[in-house]
């Protein structure tokens, strides 16, 4: 790659157990729009490993840094979590080695050409067209992003 990309770091932990603690939930969900009563909420408890997890020995967690893929809802020091053991599917958030270095970019697929967009909020980030001169390789599919939102 040239040095028109901008160095993003990708900082990567597995998961060695279920020590995703369970929490609790309202079963019913919370409303974005308009308010609900509380009594309608039942208390039940949430194992966050069995919501995010579906394949443990090949999901990892990530903490993404850089802003590429802000419009996509991915802030610098998000977490993503990666699954390896997916196909990658036309508009999936994939993390992706390209020449020997990790990116987190939208896979796009059109007339058998695979594109890697950036989706940050400048248009700085260049899209990444793969050929058969670039080094390429999907290592994972991004299932979830948790992020702070205070």
Known sequence: MTS???KEQIIFYSIEDES????????SGVS???PSPADDYLDVDLNLHKYLVK????TFFIIAKGHSMEKAGIS???????DKS???KNKDIV?????????VKRYL???GSICLKAEGLSNSYPDINITDSIEFEVWGVVTHTIHNNR
């Open 86 to 88: 997916l196909e990658p």
């Open 109 to 111: 697929i059109s007339n």
């Open 32 to 34: 974005a729009g308009f």
């Open 4 to 6: 028109e990309f901008k």
């Open 55 to 58: 394949h443990p020995a090949a």
């Open 76 to 82: 610098d020091s998000d977490l993503l979590v990666v």
């Open 20 to 27: 995703l603690k369970k929490l609790h939930i309202y079963e």
């Open 95 to 103: 993390v992706a080695i390209v020449d020997g270095e990790f990116t």
